[in-house]
Every structure is written in C-alpha cells, then in structure tokens.
C-alpha cells in the first residue's frame, strides 16, 4: 500500500514536470531555433564630420559582406522605427558608410541598423546614436 502511493506521487510529479512540455507549440520551437542562432559579427556608430553640421553613421559587419543592410530612423522617443535607406556593405571587409540627416530645430532623431537574418546568423540590430538639434 505504502508503494502504491509513492509510485502514484513519482507518476502525478512526473506529469505536472512534462505538461508545459506537451503544452507547447510548434512556432515557440521555431522562435527557440532562432535564438540559438548567433548574433552577426559587427559594429555600427555615428559620428559629426569636423564641425559641419553633417553627420554619417558607418561600421563593419563580419559576417555579412557586399550585401544590403538596412538604416532605420525614429523622429522622437515614443515614434516608432522606420525605414530610412539601405546601404550595402563592402565585398571585402564587410563596411559601411552613409550620410544621416539631422532632424529640424529643437528635435531629436534617433538612427539604428538592422542586419537581416541568415541561415547562419540571427536578425541584428545596433544603435548608431541620437542627434539633438537646439
């Protein structure tokens, strides 16, 4: 009688352990695929040229060479990314450089960018900065 309880307790933990398990879908599995999968290899910054008033945002991406990556753009801090250009990056090391434009008087403009995914590598996004205008 005692070992009928103690394998009916090893059985109901057994299963409350396996059911977030069966519980799953097959999409959550695919999205857990894609996080197993590295980040690209790379930087992306911006930078004022001199003292000119114009800007560029430039960097380096490894693992994504002579292809197009994508440079978004937010006009304040709740708005949402947009798309501002595309830029291809050099066949040999895999580098950038595009000019960015700063936002009206009294505006901040945010810049990021979005390397897409590969079969190798997971999407990738980098920072390149905030331009504040007075």
């Given at each position: 009688?005692?070992?009928?309880?103690?394998?009916?307790?090893?059985?109901?933990?057994a299963l409350v352990a396996l059911a977030p398990l069966a519980?799953?879908?097959?999409?959550?599995a695919a999205d857990a695929g894609e996080?197993?999968?590295?980040?690209?290899i790379g930087?992306?910054?911006?930078k004022e040229i001199r003292n000119?008033?114009?800007?560029i945002a430039y960097g380096k991406w490894t693992t994504y060479k002579g292809k197009k990556i994508t440079v978004?753009?937010?006009a304040c801090g709740a708005c949402q990314w947009k798309f501002y250009k595309k830029v291809r990056t050099t066949a040999s090391k895999g580098k950038f450089r595009t000019r960015i434009a700063p936002g009206g008087r009294g505006s901040k403009v945010c810049y990021r960018v979005v390397v897409p995914g590969n079969s190798r590598y997971r999407l990738t996004k980098a920072n390149v900065g905030c331009i504040t205008t007075s």
């Open positions: 009688m005692r070992i009928t309880r103690i394998i009916a307790t090893v059985v109901a933990f519980l799953t879908s097959g999409a959550s996080r197993a999968k590295p980040k690209h930087f992306a910054t911006g000119t008033n114009r800007f978004q753009r937010r």
